[in-house]
């Protein structure tokens, strides 16, 4: 059984570009969660999906980030515009849907590292 | 102030020693996840505990939620060095088991 899968592993955006992450949950699994870790900084809880639902964003900025979950296919993480603060590594993980204690597990991917310069 | 203090900060033991790893909350724990991740790399899970006095074991690795579910402490048996790496706490507080508060970390160097 394949782990998170996170792609790219490096990512390096001009001020301003656009940066696309992504993200395959665990086989069997549907929930989603986005973390960041600033340089410096611990892991910061950003944004929780199941499929076509955001459940909870309490910790996304407020622009330019964004996140889907689709029917079909991985999980993205948008920034646009990017600046020199977005450079951070931002991991995905993934729990299963089973309920129980499992249910609550989160198994984390290798993590994007976007550089802006 | 952070809501998940870890302590210490950083150790350096010798192999075969034991170790101890501690993890404070300022609220209550739901559940209190342990993870190691190598540097530069991703979280491995170790183990998540959720009820008080709970403990449990993998390897040399034992971890316990203690009764008033505001502390846990990660213990390290025997130490090698491939448990050197950075230990994180994260915890969920507010009972909604989906959002991890994690805490900054303790850096583990094994020496030979």
């Known amino acids: 059984n394949a782990g998170v899968m996170q792609n790219p592993r490096h990512l390096v955006r001009r001020r301003g570009q656009e940066a696309r992450l992504r993200c395959s949950p665990m086989k069997g699994h549907s929930h989603v969660y986005w973390y960041r870790q600033l340089p410096e900084e611990g892991l910061k809880f950003m944004v929780y999906?199941?499929?076509?639902?955001?459940?909870?964003e309490s910790g996304m900025p407020k622009e330019r980030f964004s996140a889907e979950f689709p029917k079909e296919g991985p999980s993205i993480l948008r920034i646009q515009q990017v600046v020199r603060g977005d450079s951070a590594a931002y991991f995905c993980a993934s729990s299963p849907s089973t309920g129980g204690a499992a249910s609550y597990e989160q198994y984390f991917g290798p993590g994007t590292r976007l550089t802006v310069t | 102030s952070q809501e998940l203090e870890q302590s210490p900060q950083s150790l350096i033991v010798q192999e075969g020693k034991n170790l101890t790893i501690n993890c404070t909350s300022s609220?209550?724990?739901?559940?209190l996840y342990w993870y190691k991740q190598k540097y530069g790399e991703g979280l491995i899970f170790l183990m998540m505990?959720?009820?008080?006095?709970e403990e449990k074991s993998h390897e040399k690795i034992t971890a316990k939620l203690d009764e008033k579910k505001q502390q846990s402490s990660l213990h390290i048996t025997a130490s090698q060095p491939s448990h050197a790496g950075i230990y994180l706490c994260g915890a969920d507080l507010t009972g909604g088991g989906n959002k991890l508060t994690f805490g900054t970390g303790t850096q583990l160097k094994v020496e030979l």
């Open positions: 999906l199941q499929k076509e639902n955001i459940i909870d």
């Open positions: 505990l959720q009820k008080g006095g």
């Open positions: 609220k209550t724990l739901y559940g």
